[in-house]
Nanobody, 119 residues
Framework: QVQLVESGGGLVQAGGSLRLSCTAS????????MGWFRQAPGKDREFVAL????????DYADSVKGRFTITRDDAKNTVYLQMNSLKPEDTAVYYC????????????WGQGTQVIVSS
């Protein structure tokens, strides 16, 4: 059974930092592209960042470029999202997801972790 478990969310003041983690089980982690998404109250889920299976390529939403960094540690089956210079508009539930590189649809999703940024 595949599981993605996020952690690291919480309450932080604007300008602060958080590091989210997502640990996978039940999959060959190194074969999957990993992504982070977020959903704010009343809004659609949106893409935040991705990292390819090789770890060599990353991509970010314009709204987080220069502030967020996605990395992966295949030995720990974990993907991270380092979030710096947080803004109140970053408040959302953050989800990690996994997909095979040959597809466009994410196969597996975590349950989400709440991030609240106070002004």
């Amino acid at each position: 059974q595949v599981q993605l478990v996020e952690s690291g969310g919480g309450l932080v003041q604007a300008g602060g930092s958080l590091r989210l983690s997502c640990t996978a089980s039940g999959v060959t982690f190194g074969s999957y592209l990993m992504g982070w998404f977020r959903q704010a109250p009343g809004k659609d889920r949106e893409f935040v960042a991705l990292i390819t299976a090789s770890g060599f390529v990353t991509d970010y939403a314009d709204s987080v470029k220069g502030r967020f960094t996605i990395t992966r540690d295949d030995a720990k089956n974990t993907v991270y999202l380092q979030m710096n210079s947080l803004k109140p508009e970053d408040t959302a539930v953050y989800y990690c997801a996994a997909r095979r590189p040959s597809t466009l649809r994410y196969d597996y999703w975590g349950q989400g972790t709440q991030v609240i940024v106070s002004s």
